[in-house]
Structures are given as C-alpha cells and as structure tokens.
C-alpha cells in the first residue's frame, strides 16, 4: 500500500492531533490537546525548529513522524533529530507496506534537501516493533547505518 506523505499543516493539524495523544499514551505520558495544539502548532508553516509529517491513507491520517533540528557540538554541526514516529497499529506492516517505512524515507529526504549530513533517532529498549524497523531502514543508508550504545539522561528541573 502507499501512503500520501505531507507536511502536517495548519488545516491538518487538528487530525493528527488524536495520534500525538496515541503516542504519548504508548509512552505512558499524560496527553494535553490544548499544550500539544501549541506546541505541534509551532511547527506549522514554518521550520526553524522542525517539521512534522503526516501519512495519509485516502483522507484519514494514520501516522505521523517529527523532526528537530539540533546542534551537536563534538561535530559542530546540526543534524535532523527523528524525535516521535507514531503509526496505527492497523497501518504498520514492514519495509514495503508499512506507513512508518513510508514517514522513515520522507524525513530522511526532507532532512538531506536542507542539507543535514544525518538523522539520529533513539526508541524505548521494548520497543522490538520499532527497532524492527529502524534495524530494516538503516540497510537503505547511502552509507552504513549504525546503532549506538549511549545512554540518555533526564534530569526534572521542575521546583522541589
């Protein structure tokens, strides 16, 4: 199957919105659509922070992946940062006929047009659906792919 991949716009924006909620909820975070309107809503129209892209089966979007671009000071460039993809289990299904395949191959060109030398991402340890995936993408890399082995931290900076 093939999926119509877009840019999430301002007329758009409200349908993908219950899949940002789906998301955060397979991360166990609590959803605000009146925050996520905002904050998503920051990368409509314009991209100096990022993009959002929709997949689209006829008029119903099914999934959606966002990308950040952020500075990496040990190779003192910016590069795309892969921060969310998120498919509809009923639209997932490998490297031909998955949505998530699809939304993978859109940022990765959308990143290379504005001239990011790569894409990083990370996923969940339990996510085995996910690194299924991401295992199958890094195989299309003009070069070869990698995982990595870094440990990522988070540190609350809300008052005590």
């Known amino acids: 199957m093939t999926y119509r991949i877009e840019r999430v716009n301002a007329s758009t924006l ?4 219950p899949l940002i909620a789906e998301y955060q909820a397979f991360y166990e975070c609590e959803s605000d659509e009146d925050r996520n309107r905002v904050f998503f809503g920051e990368l409509v129209e314009d991209d100096v922070h990022g993009l959002q892209l929709a997949a689209w089966d006829g008029d119903q979007a099914v ?3 966002t990308l950040y671009w952020v500075r990496t000071s040990t190779r003192a460039t910016t590069v ?4 969310d993809l998120y498919v509809r289990p009923s639209h997932r299904g490998g490297r031909e006929k998955g949505a998530g395949a699809e939304l993978m191959r859109s940022a990765a060109s959308e990143a290379a047009a504005r001239g990011y030398s790569s894409m990083n ?8 659906s996910g690194q299924a995936l991401y295992d199958r993408f890094l195989t299309e890399a003009p070069t070869p792919g990698s995982k ?7 540190y609350p900076l809300t008052a005590r």
């Open 14 to 17: 409200d349908q993908v919105l």
């Open 63 to 65: 999934g959606f992946v």
């Open 80 to 83: 795309a940062l892969l921060n």
């Open 121 to 128: 991402w990370e996923t969940a340890p339990d996510n085995y």
């Open 148 to 154: 990595t082995e870094w440990f990522h931290y988070g």
